[in-house]
């Protein structure tokens, strides 16, 4: 199961929802990974912080030791095809967002994630919420 950043975000905060979802899985014993596009998006998050010490922390604590999946050339071309004809029917899910549906697909992992209205707009993906 692939948690997508908005999940990691919460992860961070606390958010009892994502703790609880996280307990159960773990508790299933199901593989958890990040992706290299959610450690970028983290990043760019924590280069625009206020509070970038204390971020910085937050991070290392939800991704230390975390497997993860990278961008390889698979899932890139994957994930260009996907970001491409979503773009071509208008139904745009953003670029990140589409490398994450593209390495999710080439692993056959699942997404967790909050946002369903655009993982749930790529053909085969596996879409959890909480």
């Keep these: 199961m692939i948690l997508d950043t908005d999940v990691l975000i919460d992860l961070m905060e606390r958010q009892p929802s994502a703790v609880e979802k996280l307990s159960a899985l773990i ?3 199901t593989p958890l990974t990040i992706t290299t596009p959610s450690i970028f998006e983290l990043f760019t998050g ?10 910085l922390e937050k991070i290392h604590r939800v991704i230390h030791q975390q497997p ?4 390889d050339d698979s ?3 994957r994930a260009g095809r996907i970001h491409g004809e979503l773009a071509r ?4 899910i953003g670029s990140v967002d589409a490398m994450i549906a593209g390495i999710a697909l080439q692993h056959q992992e699942p997404v967790l994630t909050r946002n369903v209205k655009h993982f749930s707009r ?3 993906l596996k879409v959890e919420t909480y």
């Design 89 to 92: 029917r208008g139904e745009s």
């Design 75 to 77: 899932s890139a071309e």
């Design 46 to 55: 924590l280069a625009q912080s206020t509070k970038p010490v204390a971020e």
């Design 27 to 29: 508790h299933k014993n």
């Design 68 to 71: 993860r999946w990278a961008l």
């Design 122 to 124: 790529v053909s085969g």
